[in-house]
């Protein structure tokens, strides 16, 4: 009995230290870091798009990685930081990292990469310590392609990493 009740405080207290909020930033200085990392990740190509309670950011991989590569460019480390902290100005609970790419090729080579390239930008902002529990990566390859693949242009878009959450609430 006495261990019963050892193990069930322990489990109380990680709750209460789980749902711990760090301090509330002041509403005006977090529209302001808002409006701000907004620019600064629109000027780097990472489209944001907001549905509700739901958010997306849609980068392109042909910028933040090496021509056919799931090497990350280096050039855009601090547009993914902004990235991480966009997503950890919201209270969220789980982030999804989806790779895409366009219907050249090999399909299996293609889900492949796309599969390492969400995995590899799903690592960087685990490591820069974004503030959500569960952060995941899958890829699709070219299957939801959202341009037409005969296009130059089209499969440039269809090359992409999506990374969506749920925002619970504003910090």
Do not use: W
């Not at 021509?67 to 855009?76: A, E, F, R, T, W």
């Amino acid at each position: 009995m006495l261990k019963r009740i050892l193990i069930l405080g322990l489990v109380l207290l990680s709750l209460m230290a789980c749902s711990s909020q760090p301090e509330q930033m002041p509403a005006e200085q977090r529209e302001a870091v808002l409006s701000t990392l907004k620019t600064q990740l629109e000027k780097s190509g990472v489209t944001i798009i907001h549905l509700g309670q739901e958010s997306m950011l849609v980068l392109p991989a042909d910028t933040f990685f090496f021509p056919d590569s799931s090497h990350l460019n280096g050039q855009y480390y601090g547009t993914l930081n902004a990235i991480r902290d966009y997503i950890s100005l919201f209270d969220v609970e789980t982030v999804k990292v989806g790779g895409y790419s366009d219907n050249c090729g090999d399909p299996l080579r293609a889900l492949a990469l796309s599969r390492q390239q969400a995995q590899n930008i799903a690592a960087y902002l685990k490591n820069q310590a974004i503030k959500a529990p569960i952060i995941y990566s899958t890829g699709y390859g070219c299957t939801f392609p959202i341009a037409d693949n005969r296009r130059t242009d089209g499969r440039a878009m269809n090359r992409r990493i999506q990374i969506t959450f749920y925002r619970l609430n504003m910090k």
